[in-house]
């Protein structure tokens, strides 16, 4: 059995750790509108808290960034939205770079 160089972070932590990237995503939506670079700062920093935590993004909240800039997506302003027959693809004007998350009808 290999030997874990890591401890996994307590319980709690890692409780704290998703109420402030749930915090951060809010805020983030709130800053869009005068200073979209301040909210992509914030989707940053909600990132590295989930990795210094190995805390999962919820998946409502994944589809709010761009998976390749991690820039803040606002559907309409930043990035477009297409339905397809197996998956919903968000198309990032930022990098023009395509993300894609299947859905069952």
Known sequence: MPIRKHKPKPARERKIALQRIEHLFKQA????????KLSNRYVQLARKIGMKYKVKIRSPLKK????????????GINCRVRLTQ????YYC?????????????
């Open 29 to 36: 939506d709130k800053a869009f509108k005068y200073n979209p």
């Open 64 to 75: 709010r960034f761009c998976k390749h800039c991690y820039h803040y997506l606002k559907p």
């Open 86 to 89: 197996k998956h919903l693809a």
């Open 93 to 105: 004007l930022e990098c023009k770079r395509y993300m894609r998350f299947p859905y069952k009808k």
